[in-house]
């Protein structure tokens, strides 16, 4: 499981994924001040929502190169050769993406906290939430990888299945900044809730490619 864990950092940042978040991150800190206007206060209050919907966004960008090329390459039909099971690849996979996105995250959020005016408070409870919920938007993104895998149009697919089971999290995220310790239970929950369950939807999504 460690190798796969490995195999899937190493295909993530050799292939751009940490610089691509972060130059994604901060294009979108540096455009939302210029669309919405100057006014500190306002970019304060909703510079946590834009971090979080951004951080969204991040964990689908490399959505088609999860699954879909292990699966065509016949990669996953090796691991079940060996005896690994669906569910136990799908964890690896979770793990090396989240590891491959979610330190990215975090350190982009904390480099465009100036931009969105955000207070040094709401720095440290924005770094805590999604600490605790980007785990859980890995889990889903490799979740739904597994589901359209092989489907046309996957990218757009991945997105209509992906934004309404990750809704809680942005919601419970964004509401974290004012909400306190209550705000981030309800964050680490949701995201343990999507960790306990992912690894065996993709795991049966995965049996069913192959078959």
Do not use: N
């Not at 299945?161 to 680490?188: I, Q, T, Y």
């Amino acid at each position: 499981m460690t190798a796969i864990v490995l195999r899937e950092l190493r295909r993530a940042w050799s292939g751009g994924g940490l610089m691509l978040t972060l130059a994604f991150f901060l294009l979108v800190a540096t455009l939302f001040p210029f669309a919405i206007g100057p006014d500190a206060k306002l970019l304060a209050r909703i510079g946590g929502g834009v971090v979080w919907a951004t951080a969204l966004l991040a964990a689908l960008l490399p959505v088609e190169r999860l699954v879909l090329p292990d699966l065509e390459a016949g990669v996953i039909d090796q691991f079940a050769v060996r005896g690994l099971s669906g569910a136990g690849v799908a964890l690896a996979k979770i793990l090396g993406h989240w590891i491959g996105f979610g330190p990215a995250v975090m350190l982009a959020a904390a480099l465009s906290a100036a931009l969105l005016e955000m207070p040094a408070d709401v720095l440290l409870r924005l770094q805590l939430g999604l600490l605790l919920g980007t785990p859980g938007l890995a889990a889903l993104a490799v979740a739904t990888a597994a589901l359209v895998a092989g489907l046309r149009g996957a990218g757009a697919v991945a997105g209509m299945v992906m934004l309404p089971f990750a809704l809680p999290l942005l919601v419970f995220g964004a509401g974290a900044l004012e909400g306190g310790s209550s705000g981030l239970k309800l964050v680490a929950a949701t995201s343990l809730l999507l960790l306990a369950g992912a690894p065996f939807v993709a795991g049966a999504a995965l049996r069913f490619a192959r078959e």
